[in-house]
């Protein structure tokens, strides 16, 4: 098979792996569903390896698969560029997407939605395949929006839970104001460009590098800087960066396989992946670096925050998520794109596993995932246990994990960045690792360690907070929507989606899944402890990423200082572990375990008191800083009130009322005047006649 | 004997349909239901064969007119049966013979009063409307523009609902008052060129104040029809009241009358008052993008939001002609299309659901998946089309218009890519609550899921839909030559693409 043979069959297999399981998995067998998809995105994988370790050596692939259309001069293709980034994203995206399909086999057994399911996450590693292999503005734009309308599909899986549709929709429409941004960013390369071609345009770029644009009448812009903003605010949705972050802990109403696989590992990383891919035109741009670098920094630590007071084990690991796409951005903002790259990887091993970690402890609550009716887990999940804690040491960055190298470096680049707002940055990030450590173990020590709680759960008060959260939410919407989807909701138990199960009784003891759920932690702990020891040197220091992401060096010194401090002072990936247990980052996550451990294991009457101290700070964070309610207020209410006066006032009064309606009412009238005139009355039309024949005559003489 | 035809390919393509219509009419009554269906379906088939030639036998490098036939009809006037296409007509003409069979189908067991009447009211006005796109004599042309409007007229009229008596009073002297001055302005035109040949028009050099006369008369009969905002307000009422047949070819073919006809009559025959008046076009065209939007979002009817919605679509088509750019132009032509496969499956989804409850409430509904899943699969594919999703053929056109957009100004792209948003909030909106959610009442609860005929028309249009998203490149080779001779017969004030990089 020749190389082209195979990149086409990498993000095809897993298509039509999808096509069949979706269109006829109700027709065959159960097990088919699993089976086929299963092959399909496993060829994949091998595949990908096989691609990647071409591309260590061989050249990048550019070329077109075949062209979409041609207008005027331009065309517009679908192609591949296939180099050592995409192709180290392609293994990523495939090894998840694999583990996530064996994975779901144990956790999705007993849904209806079986086949409907690995139909789904198929697809779903066909789009984001394309998004990754694109070798141009416009399939980029295709990945980005499928991978988005799969996330739709996906977190609206239950789709009779009010909760899982309002997410759905509200991530879906929230991607899409990012999507506006990145539509338009994307017309305005072609615009000064004349090409959608990656290639073409970052060749191009550098010639841009002082041109001015009038986005407004006599305020010249920077060209780099309003493309690269433009194209950034698509990153933000997708990657969910304040103030477009909402979709993201409400996405946690689809089933955990894909909280794993598409809300923590890949498509969320999709705006990382595409600002690195184009720092060609990022680079040209301060103030875009530091727009990008200042949105990063307020995500990585005030999402942390939020994930100090979440109760549900699902939400604590997305603010985790959330807040590491942060650490990301600041990276890309301190032009360390390899860093925000290699972030990217060892966070999508560790949050996919701490994920599917955490769907093995609701799964051995019967689906009950209230961490406060949890505990003393390690001894009846040992698998679970050990890989959790890997996948908490590895996230909150103790030295020899994988997310030691990747998140140390990162608070490096901010330190070593100069552009506008790094200070805050390094500030921001420093925070988030004692932040990041304590809400992880937080979480860690309340569900494997201390008391079984559930034995003295009282009724099924857990669970319901979210359900509070959503019949607020769901106000936006007209009252009668919110009703009914309120109503309605009390009767969908009937369906056989398994979440809805209300977790274990006091006498039971929760039991470890099967090897389908084990296999895959087994299998992401593996990377979440070795990968960032054996690919730091290569991705940050070395040649992986040599004439693919361009860095101006004598501008953003960031990446070239930590090489220089690397090849001087640490010498190995080793030595970089040892040096960091002397750094305060260390430091502060280890006093953030110990603070966590202090709190919850040794005196649990400690965060109460806080609580009930600091209740204003605990009001707001448990308001989300109040981003859901204003969205709700001012962009829903707003839009709907805007709607309805348009409607009843512009369409109806208006242009039908007065206008249309209202000439008809004029003629009629007008009719019913001439009518009269025609009273079929002898006497009264010889009358007009008289005064014709009079009126005619005067006009006559008078010439 | 085969060259004769082709040579006549148009008026075949005109009378097939009309003929099977008379004789639907004549062969056909509600005795013999499904001899009426079948003659009907033969001849809607053997129309569309009637109408492949046309692209089959298309010189894709000619951007002329094609396939011309005439003879002389009224010589004292000088008008004449004078028919010929381009490669802007050729695909609206293929759209119309092909929704028309999709229409006989969908009908079949749905009407069963005046079967025949109704069957050969949509054959009738498919020859009528593929008339309007083949006329090169203005008052040919006229006359199936006019004529077509008493078929639709009666399908609302006998099929339609409850109000359908003030809605087909509204749409018929909507579109008849504009349709006046457009006469107006062919009789200006005779009186200055002796001859309503369409190309004899074309070479008439005018003024600018006439130009702008011609082109408003025209506008009142053209933006009817579209229709533009603030002429809109005939479709939805039109849409509500009409049977899910009358809805389908409203939205698909009807709406592109009045976008086909900027390009042949408006726009070429007053070029520079279309640059003059270019700013209001396009300012119209966005209200109907942005204000259209909005007001759809807050539609209780199913039907009333999906005849919003094609307003709000249709926004692109006029945007895209008025932004003089090849990209905006073409971009506009595949959104026609694209619509036409769109708004027709949304309508015949609505089509399905209230032929089962005879609702078109929103708040009727709720968890139709449930019981409908394989219909449920349809209905999202096609919203997400109809919210441009890429992959599908409602992406093409905005993005093209979007891209072209910019190019002319960045705000124009701005407020037309908000479409992004409003678009997919009123149609997924109207998915989540029709579709999702627990069974809603007894009435979703005995729902059955589409039969096999209704499979077969939506799986039709969802592979066309799907087919030009992921390879929309035929529908632009065939008007391509046609749009760069247009762009030239636009006194080439149009500039083409051109790359900052060469100024």
């Known amino acids: 098979m020749t190389m082209q043979k195979i990149y086409l069959a990498i993000p095809l297999l897993p298509m039509f792996a999808a096509i069949i399981v979706g269109l006829f998995g109700k027709q065959l067998p159960r097990a088919t569903a699993h089976v086929v998809t299963i092959l399909g995105v496993g060829s994949s994988f091998v595949l990908s390896a096989i691609v990647l370790n071409d591309a260590m050596t061989a050249p990048a692939y550019n070329a077109t698969v075949y062209t979409w259309l041609k207008s005027g001069t331009l065309t517009f293709e679908v192609g591949f560029l296939v180099d050592r980034l995409s192709a180290m994203m392609m293994v990523v995206v495939t090894f998840v997407s694999l583990m996530v399909h064996i994975y779901t086999i144990g956790y999705m057994h007993e849904d209806k939605g079986y086949a409907r399911f690995f139909s789904y996450i198929s697809l779903f590693t066909f789009a984001m395949l394309m998004l990754v292999m694109s070798n141009n503005f416009m399939q980029l734009f295709f990945g980005w929006e499928a991978v988005g309308l799969v996330s739709y599909l996906l977190i609206g899986f239950w789709y009779t839970r009010p909760t899982a549709i309002y997410a759905n929709l509200k991530a879906f429409l929230v991607n899409r104001v990012g999507d506006l941004g990145l539509l338009l960013g994307i017309a305005m390369v072609l615009y000064y460009f004349g090409s959608l071609d990656y290639a073409t345009v970052f060749k191009l770029a550098p010639d841009f590098a002082a041109h001015t644009v009038y986005i407004f009448p006599h305020v010249p812009w920077s060209l780099m800087t309003v493309t690269c903003i433009l194209l950034f605010i698509g990153a933000m949705g997708k990657s969910a960066q304040v103030p477009l972050h909402v979709w993201l802990p409400d996405s946690m109403e689809g089933p955990t396989p894909i909280s794993a696989l598409i809300h923590a590992a890949t498509m969320v990383t999709a705006g990382i992946f595409m600002v690195a891919r184009m720092s060609p035109l990022f680079e040209l741009s301060n103030t875009a670096l530091s727009f990008v670098m200042i949105i990063g920094s307020i995500t990585a630590l005030f999402m942390g925050f939020l994930g100090i007071i979440q109760n549900d084990i699902k939400r604590v690991v997305a603010y985790s998520t959330l807040s590491q796409l942060g650490y990301m951005t600041v990276a890309l903002g301190a032009s360390a794109y390899s860093v925000a790259i290699f972030h990217l990887m060892t966070h999508a091993f560790f949050k996919a596993l701490l994920f599917l970690g955490a769907g093995s402890v609701i799964m051995g609550m019967h689906h009950d995932q209230d961490i406060r009716n949890m505990g003393n887990l390690k001894k009846y999940m040992p698998v679970t246990w050990i890989t959790s804690l890997i996948g908490s040491l590895a996230l909150i960055g103790t030295p020899f994990f994988a997310g030691f190298y990747s998140k140390d470096s990162i608070i490096e680049a901010a330190a070593a960045s100069n552009i506008t707002g790094s200070s805050f940055a390094y500030f921001a990030v420093l925070v988030g690792v004692f932040v990041t450590a304590f809400y992880s173990f937080r979480l860690y020590f309340l569900v494997f360690h201390g008391k079984e709680k559930w034995r003295e759960a009282k009724g099924d008060s857990h669970h319901h907070e979210s359900h509070k959260v959503d019949t607020h939410d769901e106000n936006n919407h007209s009252s009668t929507d919110a009703e009914r989807a309120h109503d309605s909701h009390d009767t969908s138990h009937e369906d056989s989606s398994h979440e809805e199960h209300h977790g274990l009784s006091p006498n039971d003891d929760p039991h470890e899944p099967g090897w389908v759920v084990k296999l895959p932690l087994i299998l992401l702990a593996i990377p979440s402890v070795l990968i960032g020891y054996l690919a730091i040197k290569p991705m940050l220091f070395g040649d992986f990423f040599k004439d693919i992401i361009f860095v101006n060096h004598e501008a953003h010194p960031a990446i070239e200082d930590l090489t220089h401090h690397f090849n001087t002072v640490l010498h190995t990936p080793a030595g970089m572990a040892l040096h960091g247990f002397m750094t305060l980052p260390f430091v502060l996550a280890a006093s953030g375990v110990l603070v966590a451990w202090f709190f919850y294991m040794k005196r649990p009457d400690i965060p109460a008191a806080i609580q009930h101290r600091f209740s204003l700070i605990n009001k707001v964070l448990e308001n989300k800083y109040g981003f859901d309610s204003f969205n709700e207020k001012v962009f829903a209410r707003g839009a709907l009130f805007i709607g309805n006066k348009l409607w009843q006032i512009g369409d109806v009064q208006l242009i039908d009322g007065a206008f249309v309606n209202g000439t008809a009412r004029l003629i009629g009238k007008l009719s019913g005047v001439i009518r009269k005139l025609q009273s079929g009355l002898i006497y009264h039309y010889a009358f007009a006649m008289i005064i014709g024949v009079f009126l005619f005559l005067t006009f006559f003489m008078k010439t | ?503």
């Open chain 2, 1 to 503: 004997m085969l060259n004769n035809l082709l040579s006549h390919i148009l008026s075949l393509s005109i009378w097939v349909p009309i003929l099977a219509g008379v004789a639907v009419l004549a062969l056909g009554s509600d005795k013999t239901p499904n001899a009426t269906r079948w003659i009907a379906l033969v001849g809607g088939l053997a129309a569309f064969a009637a109408t492949i030639p046309l692209y089959t036998h298309f010189n894709f490098a000619y951007g002329g007119f094609q396939f011309q036939e005439g003879i002389r009809w009224i010589p004292a006037f000088n008008i004449n049966y004078h028919l010929g296409v381009d490669g802007i007509a050729v695909p609206l003409i293929l759209l119309t013979s092909f929704t028309t069979v999709i229409v006989v189908i969908a009908a079949w067991e749905v009407i069963t009063l005046r079967i025949a009447q109704y069957m050969a009211a949509f054959l009738i006005m498919s020859g009528l409307m593929i008339g309007v796109f083949s006329a090169l004599d203005s008052i040919l042309y006229y006359v199936f523009w006019e004529a077509m409007l008493i078929p639709m007229f009666l399908v609302i009229g006998i099929w339609g609902g409850p109000n359908r008596v003030y809605a087909t009073i509204k749409f018929f002297l909507y579109t008849l008052l504009g349709s006046l001055l457009m006469l107006v302005a062919f009789i200006y035109l005779y009186y200055q060129t002796g001859s309503f040949e369409v190309v004899d028009f074309y070479a008439l050099p005018l003024g600018l104040k006439p130009q702008i006369l011609i082109f408003m008369a025209f506008f009142m009969a053209f933006a009817v029809k579209i229709p533009m905002w603030p002429v809109h307000t005939w479709l939805p009422d039109a849409h509500v009241e009409a049977p899910t047949g009358g809805s389908v070819v409203l939205a698909a073919i009807a709406l592109k009358l009045g976008g086909y006809s900027f390009l042949r009559f408006a726009m070429p025959i007053s070029p520079d008052a279309a640059h003059y008046l270019a700013p209001m076009m396009i300012t119209l065209s966005l209200i109907a993008v942005v204000y259209i939007a909005l007001v759809a979002l807050v539609q209780q009817d199913m039907k009333k939001l999906i005849a919003y919605s094609s307003i709000s679509h249709m926004g692109f088509v006029t945007l895209g002609f008025f932004i003089f750019n090849s990209l905006g132009l073409e971009g506009a032509i595949v959104q026609m299309i694209s619509h036409g496969f769109i708004s027709a499956a949304m309508f015949l989804s609505v089509g399905v659901l209230y032929d089962r409850m005879h609702s078109r409430e929103i708040a009727d509904y709720g968890g139709v998946a449930n019981t409908m899943p394989t219909f449920a699969a349809f209905a999202v594919l096609f919203a997400m089309a109809n919210s441009g999703l890429p992959g599908t053929s409602g992406f093409v056109g905005e993005f093209m218009v979007i891209l072209g957009a910019l190019q002319a100004n960045f705000w124009f792209a701005f407020l037309a890519s908000t479409t992004l948003i409003f678009g997919a909030a009123y149609t997924l909106w109207m998915v989540k609550r029709v579709f999702y959610g627990a069974i809603a009442n007894h009435h979703v609860a005995e729902l059955k899921d589409i039969n096999k005929r209704e499979f077969l028309i939506l799986g039709v249009l969802a592979i066309m839909v799907l087919g030009f998203g992921l390879y929309p490149a035929p529908i632009i080779e065939i008007t391509h030559a046609t749009v760069l001779q247009f762009i030239s017969q636009m006194h080439n004030k149009i500039p083409s693409v051109v790359s900052a990089a060469t100024y």
